[in-house]
C-alpha cells in the first residue's frame, strides 16, 4: 500500500464528481452553496438513521452472531429510506429558493453522492496511505480497489438518482420515486447479499448505465442532441459556453 | 509553559472578533418597487456604503440595483440571490483554507496533540479520578476563561467609548474628520493613552503570533518532516515572513496577501487554543463562548453592541487588523488602483459586518482612499456591486477552527467526525449569512455554527462512527 494506491484510489472514487463539480458547480456560487446543503441533508439523513440503528441495538441488547447481522441490514434498509426522504425534503427547499431547478439538478445529486462517497470512503484511503498487506487472511486483494469503484458507483448513481427524482417530483409522477428508492435498495442490498466482488460491481455497474441513460432523457437529452455534442456541432452548447464566458 | 501575557489581549480581542454584523441599511428607495423586501430570506443584504448618510442619493441606486431601474423583479431577485450567494463564498473559502490548516497541521504534527501543560486562564486540571469532578473542573475553567473574556472585553470597550467624548461635527466627511480629530487631540490626555492603549495592544499581539507562534510552528513542522534548516535561513525566513505579515496587517498591502496573513494568524492562534486546552474545557469553553457572542452583540447593553453602535456613530472604519475583508478589488477604469485597493476595504463597508471597530486613528492614507472611488463614480456603476466585501471577524475564523481541530485530534483517528463538523460549521455560516441579509444588522457569527458543529460532533462520534465502522467492516454501502 503506497501513495500510488491512494491517489489512484482517491481518483477513481471521487475523479468524475470532481470532474462534474469544476465543470458545473465551481463557476456558480450558489450552487456552491446548494451542493453543501445537499451534503448537509445527507449528514442528517445518516445522522438520523445511525440514531435508529444504535436504538435497535440498544433495544435488542446487544448480542453477536446473526441478530447483529440481520439489525445492520434492517439500519441499512433504514437508512436507504431515510435518505430518500431527505432528497424529497431538500427538493422541497431548492423548490422554495430558487426557480430555475432544472438548471440546477447535477447540483442536486451531487452533494449526497459525495458526502455518501466520502463517508465511506475516506477511512479506507486514509488507511490505505500507511504500512499493511491486503489481503493476508484470505481476503481479496482488490478490496482498495472493489471499494474506490464501488464509491465511485454510488457517487453517480447518487447524481443520476437525484436528476431522476427531481424531474420526477416536478411532474408529479410518484412511480418515479418510488423506483428510485427500489433501484436505491437494490444496489445497497446486493453488496451483502453476494460476497463476490464481480458480481457486485457488475450489477451495480449496469444498474449505473440504465440509471444514467433514464436520468439523460430525463433531463431533456436524446441521441440527436448527444451525437451533436460528441461531434462538436451543437450550436446552442457552443453558443451558450461563450455566451457565459 | 509559555507565559501568555500577550495573547491575553490576543483572547478577549479574539472574542471582540467573534460577532458579523452588518449596518442598519435601509432598502434604497428605487429598489424597493421592484420587490416586496426579503421574500423567503435568500435575498442579500443591500450592502451600502458609508456615504448613505451624507451623500444619500446617489449609492442606493447606484450599488445595489446595478444603476438599471428599468429591470423586471424576477431579475433582480434573481441578481441580487446570485449576489448574496457569492458574498457567501466569499467567506466560505477563507474559512475553509483556515480549517484545512489546521486539520492538515493536527494530523500530521504530533506537537498539537501533546498535553504539554495548560494555560493560566484554565489551572483546574482535567487529571480527575471521577467523571464529575472532571466535570467540574472543566466547568470551573469555562467559568474563569469567560470572565477573563468579558471582563477584557468590557476594558476596551470603555477605552473606545471614552475617547468619543470628544466632540465634533459630524456632517463632514470622513476624511476631513479622520484629519481633525488626529489633529485635535493634545498630546497627552487619557484619552490619547486609551488609544495607544489599543493600538499598542493590537500590534504586540500581532507581534507574538507572527514572530514567535510562526517560529514555534515552523520548528514542529521541520521536526515532523526531518528536515534540517540552519539559523540564519531560519531567521531571514522568520524575519520576511513576519515583517511583511505585520505591514500588510496593519498597514497597506495586496489585499490577497493581507487575507492570506489573517489566515495564517488565525490557524496559529486556534492551533495555540487545540494545543493548551484541555479536552473537556475545550468543548464547554466553545459553548460558553457562543452564549457570550450572542449575549454580547444582541443585547442591548452588551459590550459588542456598544462598540458596533459607536463605531457606526462615529462612521469609523474598524481596524483591518482583526476582521478579515473579502472586499474585491475595485475594478478597471480607476484611476488610482493601489490606494483604492485599500479603499475597497475601507470604503462601501459601512460596517456591513463587523464586530470590533477599534479606530485606526491616524492613518495618513485615508484623504487619498476616500477621494478616488468618489470620482470613479459615474462610470463604474455596473462594477460597483463587485465591489462590495463582507467581513467576518478573525475570532470566528479561531473557533471554527478550533472546532474542527478539535474534531480531528479527538476523533480518534477518524475523518468522517472532522467532515461532519466542517459541513455544520459551513451551514451555521450560510444559514447566519442568510439572517444577516435578512435583518440587516450586527449578528453573532459563532452561534449557530458551533451549536451545529457540536451537535455533530458528538452524534457522529458516538452514533454514526459505529455504525459506518460497522457497515465498512461488512462491506455494506448504503
Known amino acids: ?245 | 509553559m509559555l507565559t501568555f501575557m500577550a495573547s491575553d489581549s490576543e483572547e478577549e480581542v479574539c472574542d471582540e472578533r467573534t460577532s458579523l454584523m452588518s449596518a442598519e441599511s435601509p432598502t434604497p428607495r428605487s429598489c424597493q418597487e421592484g420587490r416586496q423586501g426579503p421574500e423567503d430570506g435568500e435575498n442579500t443584504a443591500q450592502w451600502r456604503s458609508q456615504e448613505n448618510e451624507e451623500d444619500g442619493e446617489e449609492d442606493p441606486d447606484r450599488y445595489v440595483c446595478s444603476g438599471v431601474p428599468g429591470r423586471p423583479p424576477g431579475l433582480e431577485e434573481e441578481l441580487t440571490l446570485k449576489y448574496g450567494a457569492k458574498h457567501v463564498i466569499m467567506l466560505f473559502v477563507p474559512v475553509t483554507l483556515c480549517m484545512i490548516v489546521v486539520v492538515a497541521t493536527i494530523k500530521s504534527v504530533r506537537f498539537y496533540t501533546e498535553k504539554n501543560g495548560q494555560l493560566i486562564y484554565t489551572p483546574f486540571t482535567e487529571d480527575t479520578p471521577s467523571v464529575g469532578q472532571r466535570l467540574l473542573n472543566s466547568v470551573l475553567n469555562t467559568l474563569i476563561m469567560i470572565s477573563v473574556i468579558v471582563v477584557m472585553t468590557i476594558f476596551l470597550v470603555v477605552l473606545y467609548k471614552y475617547r468619543c467624548y470628544k466632540a465634533r461635527s459630524h456632517s463632514v466627511a470622513q476624511a476631513g474628520l479622520k484629519l481633525l480629530d488626529s489633529s485635535d487631540l493634545p498630546p497627552w490626555p487619557p484619552k490619547v493613552l486609551g488609544l495607544h492603549f489599543i493600538h499598542g495592544w493590537l500590534i504586540m499581539s500581532s507581534l507574538m503570533l507572527l514572530f514567535l507562534f510562526t517560529y514555534i510552528y515552523l520548528g514542529e513542522v521541520l521536526k515532523t518532516y526531518n528536515v534540517a534548516m540552519d539559523y540564519p535561513t531560519l531567521l531571514l525566513t522568520v524575519w520576511n515572513f513576519g515583517a511583511v505579515g505585520m505591514v500588510c496587517i496593519h498597514w497597506k498591502g495586496p489585499l490577497v496577501l493581507q487575507q492570506a496573513y489573517l489566515i495564517m494568524i488565525s490557524a496559529l492562534m486556534a492551533l495555540v487554543f487545540i494545543k493548551y486546552l484541555p479536552e473537556w474545557s475545550a468543548w464547554v469553553i466553545l459553548g460558553a463562548i457562543s452564549v457570550y457572542d450572542l449575549v454580547a452583540v444582541l443585547c442591548p447593553k452588551g459590550p459588542l453592541r456598544m462598540l458596533v453602535e459607536t463605531a457606526q456613530e462615529r462612521n469609523e472604519p474598524i481596524f483591518p487588523a482583526l476582521i478579515y475583508s473579502s472586499a474585491m478589488v475595485w475594478t478597471v477604469g480607476m484611476a488610482k488602483l493601489d490606494p483604492s485597493s485599500q479603499g475597497a476595504l475601507q470604503l462601501p463597508y459601512d460596517p456591513e459586518m463587523e464586530e470590533d471597530s477599534y479606530d485606526s486613528f491616524g492613518e495618513p492614507s485615508y484623504p487619498e482612499v476616500f477621494e478616488p472611488p468618489l470620482t470613479g463614480y459615474p462610470g463604474e456603476e455596473l462594477e460597483e456591486e463587485e465591489e462590495r466585501g463582507v467581513k467576518l471577524g478573525l475570532g470566528d475564523f479561531i473557533f471554527y477552527s478550533v472546532l474542527v481541530g478539535k474534531a480531528a485530534a479527538t476523533g480518534s483517528g477518524d475523518w468522517n467526525t472532522t467532515l461532519a463538523c466542517f459541513v455544520a460549521i459551513l451551514i451555521g455560516l450560510c444559514l447566519t449569512l442568510l439572517l444577516l441579509a435578512v435583518f440587516k444588522k450586527a449578528l453573532p457569527a459563532l452561534p449557530i455554527s458551533i451549536t451545529f458543529g457540536l451537535i455533530f460532533y458528538f452524534s457522529t462520534d458516538n452514533l454514526v462512527r459505529p455504525f459506518m465502522d460497522t457497515l465498512a467492516s461488512h462491506q455494506l454501502y448504503i
Open chain 1, 1 to 245: 500500500m503506497t501513495a500510488a494506491v491512494f491517489f489512484g484510489c482517491a481518483f477513481i472514487a471521487f475523479g468524475p464528481a470532481l470532474a462534474l463539480y469544476v465543470f458545473t458547480i465551481a463557476t456558480e456560487p450558489l450552487r456552491i452553496i446548494f451542493l453543501i446543503a445537499g451534503a448537509f441533508f445527507w449528514l442528517v439523513s445518516l445522522l438520523i438513521s445511525s440514531l435508529v440503528w444504535f436504538m435497535a441495538r440498544v433495544i435488542i441488547d446487544n448480542k453477536d452472531g446473526p441478530t447483529q447481522k440481520y439489525l445492520l441490514i434492517f439500519g441499512a434498509f433504514v437508512s436507504v429510506y431515510i435518505q430518500e426522504m431527505f432528497r424529497f425534503a431538500y427538493y422541497k427547499l431548492l423548490k422554495k429558493a430558487s426557480e430555475g431547478l432544472k438548471s440546477i439538478n447535477p447540483v442536486s445529486g451531487l452533494g449526497f453522492g459525495i458526502m455518501s462517497g466520502v463517508f465511506s470512503f475516506v477511512n479506507t484511503l486514509s488507511d490505505s496511505l500507511g504500512p499493511g498487506t491486503v489481503g493476508i487472511h484470505g481476503d481479496s486483494p482488490q478490496f482498495f480497489l472493489y471499494s474506490a469503484f464501488m464509491t465511485l458507483v454510488i457517487i453517480l448513481l447518487h447524481v443520476f438518482w437525484g436528476i431522476v427524482f427531481f424531474d420526477g417530483c416536478e411532474k408529479k409522477k410518484w412511480g418515479i420515486l418510488l423506483i428510485v428508492l427500489l433501484t436505491h435498495l437494490l444496489v445497497s442490498a446486493q453488496t451483502f447479499i453476494s460476497s463476490y466482488y464481480g458480481i457486485n460491481l457488475a450489477s451495480a455497474f449496469i444498474i449505473l448505465v440504465l440509471m444514467g441513460t433514464w436520468a439523460f432523457l430525463a433531463a431533456g437529452g436524446s441521441c440527436r442532441s448527444l451525437k451533436l455534442c460528441l461531434l462538436c456541432q451543437d450550436k446552442n452548447f457552443l453558443l451558450y459556453n461563450q455566451r457565459s464566458r
